[in-house]
């Protein structure tokens, strides 16, 4: 049996307090400002200089990441690896144009992303063998699943080729800066920080965010922080959740180094993207109603769950409870003290009539 000094040493049942939420990496985020662009520069990318209108470079931006994504799942690559090789794909075209010019042939976005997918396999240790690879990316882009490819068949090489000769170009527009901290793990430190994580439809809504943030230009807007908010942020209010305030009375954005304004811009982007896009049966779009004024006021945000500094104020409603209680008690004293003052009044009329007895037994004889 332990002795009673070691009972005395073990923890409490009681949860243990919440640590403070990490600051972000001062070393990843100066390298990561290097890559974000006001919106107005991504309106003069080297393709739309070179005479491709912007709703065609968007486009093609959004099939080339589609057949990263595509290209991923068939080989069950993590989502952390297809965002990684998004990211890349997005830098790469902020540097290079896929306009064919005279005497050089331009990359097809179907070639950078193959080749981004690549390079993001190496980065976050996930490899493929180079066959299999070859084979899916073969698939997805002649639409055809079953197709066979081997070494013997052109396409093969050409593929091969391809994607071994332009990853040094790749390397070298990415300025061989391959450190990339991915939204979906920052996304799931706030739900386990706020204990959120087994909120299933929360959860599902901003993963959704961060997913389909891939297929747009927001990781040249933002830094993957103020993404992950975002996402959360617009996934609160899809599910009418609000996260209290710290023990500084600070809104839970503010703890967690983000900015509201930036927050909200992202999440106005992202609607203006999907706001208007149909959604499967029996599903609603998270996007409908998302535009927030970005320079709202912060203490109205639905999302947040403000903390008093003062106790709060009794309602009528308590007032009037604790009224009936009081006039119940006062009830409850009333009777008791009548019946305590009967009973003293029954003990002293017993004093009285002994005392009366005690007299006459011991009266003078009568002569």
């Not at 243990?16 to 990318?45: C, G, H, I, M, N």
């Not at 945000?301 to 006062?330: C, F, H, I």
């Not at 009830?331 to 005392?355: A, F, L, M």
């Amino acid at each position: 049996m332990p002795s009673s000094s070691v009972n005395s040493s073990l923890p409490s049942s009681q949860p243990a307090a919440r640590q403070k939420p990490k600051p972000p990496d001062r070393v990843l985020a100066e390298a990561e400002a290097q890559w974000l662009f006001p919106e107005s520069e991504l309106a003069r990318t080297p393709s739309i200089v070179d005479g491709m209108t912007p709703e065609k470079e968007k486009e093609m931006r959004g099939k080339g990441v589609n057949f990263i994504m595509q290209v991923g799942i068939m080989l069950k690559l993590p989502q952390l690896t297809l965002s990684t090789a998004s990211v890349f794909f997005n830098r790469f075209l902020m540097r290079t144009s896929v306009i064919d010019k005279p005497g050089m042939k331009a990359l097809h976005h179907y070639q950078i992303g193959a080749t981004s997918l690549f390079l993001a396999t190496k980065v976050e240790e996930n490899c493929r063998r180079m066959k299999e690879i070859i084979i899916a990316c073969c698939r997805v882009a002649q639409k055809n699943p079953n197709i066979v490819i081997d070494e013997q068949s052109k396409d093969y090489w050409r593929w091969r080729d391809t994607i071994l000769y332009n990853e040094d170009i790749l390397l070298e527009m990415l300025c061989f800066d391959l450190t990339i901290e991915a939204p979906h793990k920052i996304l799931f430190d706030f739900l386990k920080y706020y204990s959120v994580e087994h909120n299933k439809k929360l959860r599902n809504a901003a993963w959704a965010f961060v997913n389909d943030s891939n297929l747009t230009q927001l990781c040249l807007l933002f830094n993957s922080r103020t993404i992950a908010a975002a996402a959360l942020y617009c996934a609160a209010k899809h599910c009418g959740v609000a996260f209290a305030d710290d023990d500084a009375h600070r809104p839970w954005w503010t703890a967690q180094c983000v900015a509201l304004p930036d927050m909200r811009r992202a999440c106005n982007y992202m609607a203006r993207c999907y706001e208007h896009t149909p959604v499967r049966a029996g599903g609603d779009s998270i996007y409908v109603g998302l535009h927030t004024p970005e320079d709202g006021d912060p203490a109205l945000a639905k999302t947040r769950l403000r903390r008093s500094r003062t106790p709060p104020s009794p309602t009528p409603a308590d007032a009037k409870a604790e009224r009936a209680l009081s006039a119940a008690g006062s009830e409850k004293g009333g009777v008791k003290r009548e019946r305590e003052d009967g009973r003293n009044g029954d003990d002293n009329g017993s004093e009285r009539r002994r005392e009366s007895g005690d007299n006459r037994g011991h009266a003078a004889p009568a002569r």
